[in-house]
């Protein structure tokens, strides 16, 4: 993925320095903005994204639309939870209090950051993300974000957040590390309409779970793994996930496979 690093029109120094940094220490091209507009420099460097660092945090720009860290949909879930309400993926995981989820798609967070507030401070959740751009994106957001309420931040700063391909990470983690080990890898078939989410598919890891990374998932997991997919999808068939949870009218499903070590 080609991209260059600028900011805004009127950087900050601490912002100007950052995104400096950030851009020597990838070995990026750092654009001084000065008065050019991101399509104007899209065109000038031969680059489709470009990541650029705003005072309310980074943001990545393409004719997709912008990318940037936001709740989503994790801040209606979380205030369900709050009102006793249930939260599939939550059902699925059978999570409580104190335990762990190694997340192994995470994205913009917004599950991690559900299964975060539901395993509260005693608990832990990991989030792993091929793409270099996206984890920087969520790195930058649960680390800064302040949510509306003290336990929705706290449930942020509590994810650790690690740029890998979880296949190759996942052989180097203990067996039975994670109480919970979760997928929700790209779909086949978009289904997202936020156009904050339309950027994710151009820079997004699109591979489907292979066989080798589930059975790494199996070692890895103590209680169970879950897989997130669309209602119906042969993707839980091919993987061998017999246990299913979610709404009737849901266009998402969440697979179970119990682990028996
Ligand atoms: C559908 S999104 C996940 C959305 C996420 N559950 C959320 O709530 O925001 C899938 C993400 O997993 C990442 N991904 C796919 N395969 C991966 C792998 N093998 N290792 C790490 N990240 C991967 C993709 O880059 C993408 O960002």
């Known amino acids: ?39 104007a420099i899209q065109k000038n460097f031969h680059v489709d994204v470009i990541l650029l660092f705003s005072k309310q945090g ?13 709740l989503s949909m994790a801040d ?5 939870l709050k009102n006793g309400k249930h939260d599939h993926m939550i ?11 190694l997340d192994c798609t995470l994205g913009l967070a917004t599950d991690a950051i559900v299964a975060s507030f539901a395993t509260g401070p005693s ?20 680390s800064g974000f302040i949510g509306e309420s003290p336990d929705i931040t706290a449930a942020l700063r509590q994810i650790e ?6 296949e190759k990470y996942l052989c180097h983690v203990p067996d039975e590390s994670y109480d919970i080990v979760y997928f929700d890898p790209m779909f086949r078939q978009p289904i997202q309409s936020s ?3 339309k950027p994710i598919r151009l820079l997004a890891d699109k591979r ?28 839980f068939e091919r993987l061998g996930f017999t246990q299913f949870v979610g709404g009737k009218y849901s266009s998402v499903q969440y697979g179970i496979m119990e682990v028996q070590h």
């Open 58 to 70: 980074p943001l990545i720009y393409t004719d997709d639309g912008n990318y940037f860290f936001h």
């Open 1 to 39: 993925m080609n991209f260059v690093i600028t900011t805004g029109y009127h950087p900050t120094a601490a912002t100007e320095q950052a995104a400096r940094e950030f851009a020597q220490q990838l070995n990026v091209e750092f654009v001084a903005r000065n008065r050019n507009s991101l399509a």
């Open 195 to 197: 156009s904050n989410l």
């Open 161 to 166: 957040v690690i740029q890998a391909d979880s």
């Open 91 to 101: 059902n699925a995981m059978q999570l409580q209090p104190g335990m762990s989820v």
């Open 208 to 235: 489907p779970v292979s066989l080798a990374l589930l059975a790494e998932a199996k070692r890895v997991a103590r209680k169970r793994i879950v897989l997130k997919e669309m209602q119906g999808s042969p993707e």
């Open 76 to 80: 209606l879930r979380i205030k369900n």
């Open 123 to 142: 608990g832990k959740v990991t989030g792993l993300e091929n793409s270099l751009l996206l984890a920087f994106i969520a790195k930058a957001g649960l």
